[in-house]
Nanobody, 123 residues
């Protein structure tokens, strides 16, 4: 079984910074993609930033230049450094990963979600 464990988040004033982390663990064979989505109250869940299997990263336009996604050497932990936060960034942030895992005698590709972490930016 694969798990995504998130850390970080909290309350910060506008212009401040926060860092989120997400660690994947379990019977992981490979990680196809890994990154962050967010969902504000009453809105859909949107991509914030993610890595794909070829190592490229992409960001939603509104966070470019303010947020940076990175990962550790093993590639099983991703970080989201958020700077220049504004109230529009307030949302629950979810870690997302597409992972191939070893389930007994076969490899299975699934999408996984973290439990979500609240980021609140006050004006």
């Amino acid at each position: 079984q694969v798990q995504l464990v998130e850390d970080g988040g909290g309350l910060v004033q506008a212009g401040g910074s926060l860092r989120l982390s997400c660690a994947a663990s379990g019977s992981i064979v490979s990680i196809r993609a890994m990154g962050w989505y967010r969902q504000a109250p009453g809105k859909q869940r949107d991509l914030v930033a993610r890595f794909t299997s070829d190592g490229t990263s992409n960001y939603r336009d509104s966070v470019k230049g303010r947020f940076t996604i990175s990962r550790d050497g093993a590639g099983n932990t991703v970080y989201l450094q958020m700077s220049g936060l504004n109230p529009e960034d307030t949302a629950v942030y979810y870690c997302n990963a597409v992972i191939i895992s070893n389930e007994k005698i076969r490899f299975v590709e699934r999408e996984y979600w973290g439990q979500g972490t609240q980021v609140t930016v006050s004006s």
